[in-house]
């Protein structure tokens, strides 16, 4: 089975400032891993995801994401927040070494709310 | 670019109705899966298709059934429709890797709202 953890039900923090939300995962195989931001009546866009390769991810919108298999994390992170960012944002993960990895679905947390104040 | 087309985006049934969604996947996209996100609630997988045929199922109902057509276009229907049925309806679309090596990113769309009164 696959689970996601976003321990932050809201994250805050000032325009200009770093931001990081926070996501843990567990999985039996290697994990896919990816984020998606959703705003007020939208749905889900990509942000990035995490396939192989280099542990630093960059998405969309300056977003990025550091894999870190001992710790199974995979936080998203921007070095300098805008106002705009406020939105609700989703880690999900597939395991890709599950049976029917080509087809399985993905396994969302619970979801973090960023808002960033002017 | 095209993106994933959900119709329609609000509907309003009573108990006992039925309803079906429509999902358009990005044009060349092979796999369909549906989602239900209750308010306040993260999406929870409900099924998927993958050239036509069911691949994957999740928590769906029963009462809903699902299937993928020809043009690679899905619908969702949903049969005896209760109050606990109003949530917000995605639908996402992918394109299989080559090699057996499936990375794909799912694309959701905008979304069904239905509110069963």
């Known amino acids: 089975a696959q689970s996601v953890a976003q321990p932050e039900d809201q994250v805050n923090v000032a325009e200009g400032n770093p931001l990081t939300v926070k996501c843990t995962y567990s999985?039996?195989?290697?994990?896919?891993l990816f984020w998606y931001v959703q705003y007020p009546n939208r749905g889900l866009q990509f942000l990035l995801k995490?396939?192989?390769?280099?542990?630093l991810v960059k998405g969309s919108y300056g977003f990025e994401a550091e894999f870190n298999k001992s710790q199974t994390s995979f936080h998203l992170k921007k070095p300098s927040a805008l106002v705009s960012d406020s939105a609700l944002y989703f880690c999900?993960?597939?395991?890709?070494?599950?049976?029917?990895?080509?087809?399985?679905?993905?396994?969302f947390g619970k979801g973090t709310m960023l808002l960033v104040s002017p | 670019a095209a993106g994933v087309i959900q119709s329609p985006r609000h509907l309003i049934k009573e108990k006992r109705e039925t309803a079906t969604l429509k999902c358009y996947p990005i044009?060349?996209?092979?796999?369909v899966y549906w989602y239900q996100q209750g308010p306040g609630q993260d999406p929870q997988f409900l099924i998927s298709?993958?050239?036509?045929?069911?691949?994957d199922k999740g928590s769906i109902p029963d009462r809903f059934s699902a299937q993928q057509f020809s043009d690679y276009h899905s619908e969702l229907n949903m049969s005896s429709l209760e109050l606990g049925d109003s949530a917000l309806y995605f639908c996402?679309?992918?394109?299989?890797?080559?090699?057996?090596?499936?990375?794909?990113?799912?694309?959701f769309g905008p979304g069904t709202r239905l509110l069963v009164l």
């Open positions: 999985v039996s195989g290697n994990p896919y």
């Open positions: 298709f993958y050239e036509k045929m069911q691949s």
């Open positions: 996402a679309s992918s394109l299989s890797a080559s090699g057996g090596v499936y990375q794909e990113t799912q694309y």
């Open positions: 044009p060349r996209h092979d796999t």
């Open positions: 995490y396939i192989t390769g280099d542990n």
């Open positions: 999900a993960v597939r395991d890709r070494d599950s049976p029917n990895s080509g087809y399985s679905t993905l396994t």
